[in-house]
């Protein structure tokens, strides 16, 4: 899981990539979970919440802009 002050470090444009990759995960989780294969289910909690963490600081970096 991506610790939140090296996301902090990251630029925008990183992470949108990053946002990228983890709905990507995400969605490849959800099928083996509907397919009974996955090995790891805490890494759907991982995902979720690095996801969260990226759409944060983006709103953040948003605010700030706009001010």
Do not use: C, H, Y
């Amino acid at each position: 899981m991506a610790k939140i002050d090296d996301l902090k470090a990251k630029s925008d444009d990183q992470l949108a990539v990053e946002l990228g990759e983890m709905k990507r995960e995400q969605f490849n989780l959800r099928f083996q979970s509907a397919t009974g294969q996955l090995e790891k289910p805490a890494r759907v909690r991982e995902v979720r919440r690095t996801i969260a963490q990226i759409k944060t600081l983006q709103a953040e970096r948003q605010r700030s802009a706009t001010k």
